[in-house]
């Protein structure tokens, strides 16, 4: 379908996908909650060629023009930082995370994170929205971020995160040699250390975790590997290759000898579809390290 912002609306011009069948099939396509469609019909929110309906059969070529955009919230204060901007269109932002900062402060009056960043450029370029991202990362890891732009969306991204429709790939410098094409799979469950309450360890009792990895390039003592995740739990790359005897170069809570200059693992490829205008957004970000 064709979409078109205009202020905080959408205007969706419905496709023989949605040929005679009612409005009540996108919002389920869409995962809207019965709470948001409620409030979409109490408020008169939306309205197909001008016209509004409880629940109208669509049409080709209709118009369905939505409220579709939530204001600021201010939830971070705008830190006014360049940002490595790899995508944007009218539904997202996917920006590149540099190492050293997280997705989001773990403190309201903290600013140094990438949110109160895309705070900043939103600010600069005149968007009245809030800052929503998708997914995170670990603070020292970098690579792409997904921020959802519109409201209407976030529902649907937030479900195929979670069903890993969002297909997510990591690149890795590891310790050792590693045969190279073959894809290997890690699983093993994983819990908090009791020893050490900022790290994670395989345990017996902890909440499966599975990590799919293979071998890209060997080096002189080390490998460049891809991770891919079937589960995303805290740390599972880090602790998962460590717990196999190849840790990330870098790692200082699970490599502790290594000497490398940062943590070499960079989150590289994203690949998704678009609800609404079913664009195959696949993005690659080159590793940093």
């Avoid at 049409?59 to 705008?78: C, I, K, M, R, S």
């Avoid at 050293?100 to 450029?121: C, E, F, M, Q, W």
């Avoid at 800052?131 to 937030?158: E, M, P, W």
Wanted: aromatic fraction near 10%.
């Amino acid at each position: 379908m064709r979409i078109k912002k205009q202020g905080q609306h959408l205007l969706i011009t419905i496709d023989e996908e949605y040929e005679n069948r009612p409005l009540s099939d996108l919002w389920a396509d869409l995962h809207l909650s019965r709470k948001t469609i409620h409030l979409l019909k109490q408020n008169k929110d939306y309205k197909i060629n001008h016209v509004f309906n409880m629940n109208p059969i669509l049409h080709t070529n209709d118009v369905l023009d939505v409220l579709a955009y939530e204001h600021d919230d201010e939830t971070y204060a705008p830190d006014f930082q360049d940002i490595d901007i790899v995508y944007e269109d009218d539904l997202i932002l996917v920006v590149n995370k540099p190492i050293g900062i997280a997705v989001y402060p773990d403190d309201p009056h903290k600013t140094d994170s990438l949110s109160n960043r895309v705070s900043a450029y939103y600010m600069t370029q005149g968007y009245d929205i809030p800052v929503r991202y998708i997914h995170r990362l670990d603070n020292d890891t970098s690579g792409l971020v997904v921020f959802c732009k519109c409201h209407l969306i976030q529902a649907y991204l937030d479900h195929a995160l979670s069903i890993k429709e969002i297909q997510r790939e990591y690149l890795a410098y590891v310790e050792g040699y590693i045969k190279e094409g073959k894809e290997y799979k890690i699983e093993q469950n994983l819990g908090k250390d009791r020893h050490s309450p900022s790290k994670m360890r395989v345990h017996s009792k902890g909440i499966p975790a599975v990590t799919y990895y293979q071998c890209l390039e060997n080096k002189e003592d080390h490998a460049l590997v891809r991770c891919r995740l079937e589960t995303g739990r805290k740390h599972q790359i880090r602790v998962h290759m460590a717990s196999i005897g190849h840790p990330i170069l870098g790692d200082s809570l699970y490599n502790e000898g290594s000497d490398y200059p940062r943590l070499a693992l960079h989150a590289a490829y994203i690949k998704f579809e678009e609800p609404l205008t079913h664009l195959e957004i696949d993005l690659y970000s080159p590793i940093e390290f």
